[in-house]
């Protein structure tokens, strides 16, 4: 954003600005009402254990619990930018491991399942996203240009594919592509089917997002490509794309961290990737809980990896471009 | 001359191939020597995943016997209970050994060449519950699997098509049916509390067990609501298939190696007729 480098006082170090907030955030503690929670637990020394509570204990818990936060917010406002990200990420993954301690998971029978989930679950749903990714961006492209030609027949095709794979559900494209094939004579299988109806969804959404990117260009590139001689293809190859793909890569790598999620609605079809097993591997032992977790929290490592690399490969154009 | 019986006989193959989506199950099992099993992965103690991480249960077992009867190898896939129950599966896989019992709407898709053992449905509820019998269930909320034959028990619309199921009638109108895409996720509700967001569940007895074994607070509320004969499935038209398997079941029948598996999954035998007890 924008920095400017007029000064002005901390909104947090006026008093009455700290007074509304901490009322707004004692209502809004005290409607949730966590004396009703299992934190409440930790107060039982003042307000006597639950459930045995009341509204004294309602005050109490919820005055707590404002007060503290309110303190934490005032209190950050004294230290650096950098300093107070740092503090505020080890605190909100310090809340939600707690928050995942709550459940009572068992780290055992989560260590014994482990190695599977990774070797089959992850290999899977990385397998699946990857070859996805790659015919969704092939599908997009052609899309986008069709989509942008004066051929009625290239644009009416796009427009209406585009249409259809953006309007329905990925759930029901999975379904109708599993199902609805056969009925026509093409009998595949259920990996085969996942990937069909994950290109196809998001080559839609790509598509929209190549042609943004196309139209990204200035109209005097095309002119001078033209100026220079050169047909559609070289124009595109040479001048186009080069210079919007540093305009499609964020949104791109959006797209493909969505669809890595998105692959777990193709547990349907009982492919066992990520999902499948999270809700299959406890169901001898009834842990169900405890394979959810370590589902979520393996898709989140996933993502922040892809998030990693995609900061990377924009640095890379960036530095390209300049 | 023959040139043209020649063209009319290829002429007909490629019909008669082009037809036989349902047709010689048997021949592509033998040919490829592995016979693909359907079943549910999340349904112990008859299918689940064991802790090497392979299927296991006593409907994996059953289905391995098949295979090794016919003499071929096995080989598991998990579709959705109601991809598996639509029936015209295209040949990708071969079989149902997954619980099926063979209803009347079923039947129209698919064939039951045999029963192979029988299964008792009972009401579960929580511990807390003040409920304890049947008719006490009336107006409740219960959970049961989507499409399966406990739902249709609650809906009124469950017809067996086999001949020896012995009668039953509606004894619950529950006040709500909450269909579950898979019965864990139902017994995981019920777990929660009395009337937190079930009051009761309809399920298979031996499953129930199962999850009073793993220490579920679950109480098994009067005597089982009706029986259910429990069959192998194939998709419709393979009169062949249907009959080497119905040999194949019945031997096991026969030589107890059904009882045997069900003693050893169940703890009892519920592979001879219909147990009461």
């Known amino acids: ?322 | 001359m023959k040139l043209q019986i020649k063209i009319c006989a290829a002429a007909l193959a490629f019909l008669l191939s082009a037809t036989a989506g349902a047709g010689p199950a048997l021949d592509r099992v033998m040919e490829r020597k592995v016979l693909t099993v359907a079943t549910d992965a999340n349904w112990p103690p008859q299918s689940f995943l064991n802790d090497e991480n392979e299927m296991d249960g006593f409907d994996v077992e059953v289905a391995k016997e098949i295979a090794r009867r016919l003499g071929v190898g096995v080989a598991f896939v998990t579709p959705l209970w109601d991809i598996i129950t639509s029936g015209h599966w295209q040949g990708r896989w071969d079989i149902s050994v997954g619980s099926m019992t063979p209803t009347r709407e079923r039947g129209r898709v698919l064939d039951f060449p045999a029963v192979y053992y029988y299964l008792l449905v009972n009401a579960a509820v929580h511990e807390d519950s003040a409920v304890t019998t049947i008719a006490g269930l009336n107006g409740k909320n219960i959970g049961v699997t989507t499409a399966s034959t406990h739902e249709l028990y609650l809906k009124k619309e469950l017809s067996i098509a086999s001949e020896d199921a012995p009668p039953f009638t509606y004894q619950v109108t529950p006040g709500k049916i909450s269909s579950y895409e898979r019965y864990a996720t139902a017994a995981d509700d019920l777990r929660l509390g009395d009337g937190v967001r079930l009051d009761a569940v309809l399920g298979a007895l031996p499953n129930i067990l199962k999850n009073i074994e793993a220490g579920y607070p679950f109480r098994v509320v009067g005597a089982p609501v009706f029986y259910e004969p429990i069959a192998i499935a194939i998709d419709k038209g393979d009169a062949e298939f249907k009959n080497r398997l119905r040999e194949i079941v019945l031997a096991m029948h026969e030589d107890g190696t059904l009882s045997r598996l069900s003693k050893k999954w169940f703890g009892k035998d519920y592979s001879r007729s219909y147990p009461v007890d």
């Open chain 1, 1 to 322: 954003m924008f920095a400017d480098h007029a000064q002005s006082g901390k909104l947090l170090h006026r008093p009455r600005f700290l007074l509304l907030l901490f009322a707004a955030v004692f209502a809004a503690f005290f409607v949730v009402d966590f004396s009703q929670s299992r934190i409440a637990y930790l107060f039982a020394p003042v307000i006597g254990a639950p459930p045995a509570v009341g509204l004294h204990a309602r005050f109490v818990v919820n005055l707590t619990l404002a007060l503290l936060l309110c303190a934490n917010i005032f209190g950050l406002s004294f230290l650096r930018f950098r300093v107070q990200v740092l503090v505020v990420w080890v605190e909100l993954l310090v809340l939600s491991l707690g928050f995942f301690y709550l459940f009572d998971l068992s780290l055992a029978f989560m260590q014994r399942k482990i190695g599977f989930m990774v070797t089959q679950g992850v290999v899977t749903t990385l397998y699946l996203s990857a070859v996805s990714i790659a015919i969704a961006s092939v599908i997009a492209l052609i899309g986008a240009v069709a989509k942008l030609s004066s051929n009625g027949f290239a644009y009416s095709i796009a427009t209406f594919y585009i249409s259809i794979f953006r309007g329905l559900p990925l759930l029901v494209q999975v379904y109708l592509i599993y199902l609805g094939l056969p009925q026509l004579g093409f009998v595949i299988d259920a990996v085969p089917a996942g990937i069909v109806a994950l290109s196809l969804c998001y080559g839609a959404y790509m598509a929209e997002i190549f042609r943004a990117g196309i139209l990204g260009i200035p109209r005097g590139q095309w002119e001078g490509a033209r100026a220079l001689g050169f047909k559609f293809g070289l124009t595109m190859r040479l001048v186009i794309l080069p210079q919007s793909i540093p305009l499609i890569i964020p949104p791109t790598g959006n797209q493909f961290i969505a669809m890595l999620k998105d692959s777990s609605l193709v547990s349907v079809l009982g492919v066992w990737e990520i999902m499948f097993l999270a809700r299959t591997q406890g169901q001898a032992e009834f842990r169900h809980m405890e394979m959810l977790v370590m589902a979520a929290l393996i898709y989140w490592l996933l993502s922040i990896i892809l998030e990693a690399i995609q900061a990377r490969i924009e640095n890379h154009f960036r530095r390209v471009s300049n």
